[in-house]
């Protein structure tokens, strides 16, 4: 199983500034990897996938890097809307699994 | 616009069973997979499996193998998760979610969620 492996836990942004968000895998995904924003009390919702394709409808703001295991989410000035936790997930092998979350606060 | 209803909470005793529904619009039902996602509290999101709504193939994690059953009925355009044996641990947020064949291909990530159903498992 691939592990996915997310830092920092926590991440404290002032509006305005980048935010850098890491995602780890145990073994090589390739560039199946996708990310997901998650508000309180909502669904997820598709940001990035194939590391770094934005979803449709999905701010230029945030942009997706990375191959392999090292993999990166940059949403380049946080607006109050960002304030969420970020999900990554690999979709290269079997089971799909996902990395344990950034909450994005504001500072 | 497309949309995945799920079913109302549901509270559950230890060892029995829940069945969940997912109901899809604005989009053919028939085309795309449906995958299964729970998130206990505090914990990671954790995928339990997938079915194609258009063959009824599925594939199940190996942690859930032995007690979900995910199936379809494609009149209703519905999928369903249904989890036995349920244990104070099975408490959680259940998702369903699509996968959305791209050019003649799944790719295993999820561009639309419903909303979620809270399963409580508890004596």
């Known amino acids: 199983e691939r592990v996915m492996t997310q830092s920092p836990a926590t991440l404290s942004v002032s509006p305005g500034e980048r935010a850098t968000l890491s995602c780890r895998a145990s073994?090589?995904?390739?560039?199946?990897l996708a990310w997901y924003q998650q508000k309180p009390g909502q669904a997820p919702r598709l940001l990035i996938y194939?590391?770094?394709t934005r979803a449709t409808g999905i701010p230029a703001r945030f942009s997706g890097s990375g191959s392999g295991t090292e993999f990166t989410l940059t949403i380049s000035s946080l607006q109050s809307e960002d304030f969420a936790v970020y999900h990554c997930?690999?979709?290269?092998?079997?089971?799909?699994?996902f990395g344990g979350g950034t909450k994005v606060e504001i500072k | 616009q497309v949309q995945l209803v799920q079913s109302g909470a549901e509270v559950k005793k230890p060892g029995a069973s829940v069945k969940i529904s997912c109901k899809a619009s604005?989009?053919?039902?028939?085309?795309?997979?449906i995958h299964w996602v729970r998130q206990a509290p505090g914990q990671r999101l954790e995928w339990m499996g997938w079915?194609?709504?258009?063959?009824?193939?599925?594939k199940y994690s190996q942690k859930f193998q032995d007690r979900v059953t995910i199936t379809r009925d494609t009149s209703a355009s519905s999928a369903y998760m249904e989890l036995s044996g349920l244990r104070s641990e099975d408490t959680a947020v259940y998702y369903c979610?699509?996968?959305?064949?791209?050019?003649?291909?799944?790719?295993?990530?999820?561009?639309?969620w419903g909303k979620g159903t809270t399963v409580t498992v508890s004596s």
């Open positions: 979610a699509r996968d959305k064949k791209v050019e003649g291909y799944y790719y295993y990530y999820m561009d639309v």
């Open positions: 604005g989009y053919t039902f028939t085309s795309d997979l």
């Open positions: 079915i194609n709504a258009g063959n009824g193939n599925t």
């Open positions: 073994q090589s995904v390739s560039t199946n």
């Open positions: 194939g590391a770094s």
């Open positions: 997930q690999q979709y290269n092998n079997w089971p799909l699994t």
